[in-house]
């Protein structure tokens, strides 16, 4: 990787740990290809159901991760996971199309897993100084930006995941005053679950968008906290 794609956070102090939720994905791993690449990131451990058996369904999966993680505090914490199509069903196109197992299942892995890292995660984020915690969305998770329709499922579970991360940012305000937690927008970008659906859209590398993702983040302040905004930093309706 090119080196000028290091100490894309320098909000963050130097020596800072990180973790990566999804680390074996198309923008988990090249999220972590960069902060490994940070001269100023001490520490970066990235965590998965396919290399660590982390899995969104089973709490105690996630609970045995976070404690496997030891006392030490984390200043940067991303959740990049997310399933678009399950169990051989594509977004819908339609209302009656909608499938209620199926719709589950996105919630399952869109909305009550990256609820679950939070439960067990977030309570590692440093408390005197400041800390990270961002959680992939979508730009269709914004019922204000909505003017298509489909991808019932996946648009509402989406939305969830939106509401989860900003609630989460008002508790940890109060615990954790110099801490930023946002729902980020990536892109379009080309990995195994968008490149069916990319249609017409502008697509970019995984290297880029987490090098956009990084950037965007360490632009945030502790008072922007339980926002949701794109990878260029600007912020989407809810």
């Known amino acids: ?27 988990g791993s090249a999220l972590l290809d960069h902060l490994r690449n940070d001269e100023n990131c001490a520490d970066v451990i990235g965590l998965s159901r396919r290399h660590d058996g ?9 609970e045995a991760a976070a404690k496997g993680l030891g006392a030490e505090p984390i200043q940067l914490l ?60 979508a730009r269709v998770g914004s019922i204000g930006d909505n003017r298509l329709g489909g991808w019932m499922s996946y648009r509402a579970s989406k939305a969830a995941l939106n509401q989860i991360v900003h609630t989460a940012a008002i508790e940890y305000a109060r615990t954790h005053p110099q801490a930023v937690l946002g729902a980020i927008h990536p892109g379009t970008v080309r990995t195994k679950l968008s490149e069916p659906f990319a249609g017409g859209h502008r697509t970019v590398a995984p290297d ?10 360490d632009g945030l302040t502790a008072e922007a906290s339980g926002t949701f905004i794109a990878y260029d930093g600007s912020s989407i309706p809810w």
């Open 54 to 62: 982390l899995d969104l369904t089973d709490e105690h999966s996630i």
């Open 78 to 137: 991303i959740c990049a996971t997310g399933v678009l199509g399950v169990d051989g069903h594509s977004p819908e196109k339609a209302l009656r199309q909608v499938e209620p197992e199926a719709m589950l299942k996105q919630f399952a892995i869109n909305a009550v897993g990256p609820a679950l890292i939070a439960k067990h995660f977030l309570p590692l984020l440093d408390r005197k100084q400041r800390a990270i915690a961002a959680f992939l969305s």
């Open 1 to 27: 990787m090119d080196s000028s794609h290091s100490n894309l956070l320098t909000s963050l102090h130097s020596g800072y740990r990180a973790v990566i939720i999804g680390a074996s994905g198309g923008i």
């Open 208 to 217: 880029e968008a987490a090098a956009s993702i990084l950037t965007a983040l």
